[in-house]
């Protein structure tokens, strides 16, 4: 069966440091890879996705990016974190389009 | 561009006091619309696929159906552990998709025993 690890669960950052947090899918090949923020009381809004190693597509222009290093691994970054990057940040994937998504726990980041 | 509304924002309910979920939403062309279970501090779990008008799903207490312009999720004799913020998303239809998920504001519901 397929599961996806997303790790840590919570990350307190200054503003102004790096930022890295990963994303690994098991059990399935090739599959369709997304970062997505939900702020607190609202929505999901989709930041990246990725539809094979190396291709990246960002959704909304911001301080993060993301990279694809291995066919299940996902790494959303930053340089220099800002206040508002803090958020609830979740990793999913899919199969193909057109089928559901699942989604890893999430990372609550807090930025001081 | 994509929009999904949903109502209530808040649901407060009884045990054993059935109720409906709505979703809205605005496509061009919907490739499906999807329901989502959400507990605090955790990533969404993935409870329906709505594929096209008519359509109807359930699972357990709850049921799921889909017309042309809106999505329901009825919830018959809920229990305390239904207790969670309900996700709507659509995907819309078209080549460039990749499966990309367009969210509604979810629905908080609380189930009082």
């Known amino acids: 069966s397929q599961t996806i690890h997303q790790w840590p669960a919570t990350l307190v950052q200054p503003v102004g440091s790096p930022l890295s947090l990963e994303c690994t899918v098991e059990g399935t090949s090739n599959p369709n890879l997304y970062w997505y923020r939900q702020a607190a009381g609202r929505g999901l809004q989709l930041l990246f996705y990725?539809?094979?190693?190396?291709?990246i597509s960002s959704e909304v222009p911001q301080n993060l990016s993301a990279s694809r290093p291995q066919d299940r691994q996902f790494i959303l970054s930053s340089k220099k974190l800002l206040l508002s990057d803090s958020g609830f940040y979740l990793c999913a994937w899919s199969v193909r389009e057109g089928t559901e998504a699942f989604f890893g726990q999430g990372t609550r980041l807090t930025v001081v | 561009e994509d929009q999904v509304t949903q109502s209530p924002e808040a649901l407060r309910l009884q045990e054993g006091e059935s109720s409906s979920l709505n979703c809205s939403y605005t496509v061009s062309g919907l490739r499906g619309l999807f329901w989502y279970r959400q507990d605090p501090g955790k990533g969404p779990e993935f409870l329906f696929t709505?594929?096209?008008a008519g359509e109807e799903k359930e699972k357990e207490r709850l049921k799921a159906t889909l017309t042309k312009k809106e999505s329901f999720l009825h919830i018959t004799a809920p229990k305390p552990e239904d207790s969670a913020t309900y996700l709507c998303a659509v995907q819309e239809s078209g080549g460039t998709s990749y499966g990309k998920l367009t969210f509604g504001q979810g629905t908080i519901l609380t189930v009082h025993p």
């Open positions: 990725s539809v094979g190693i190396g291709q």
């Open positions: 709505l594929y096209s």
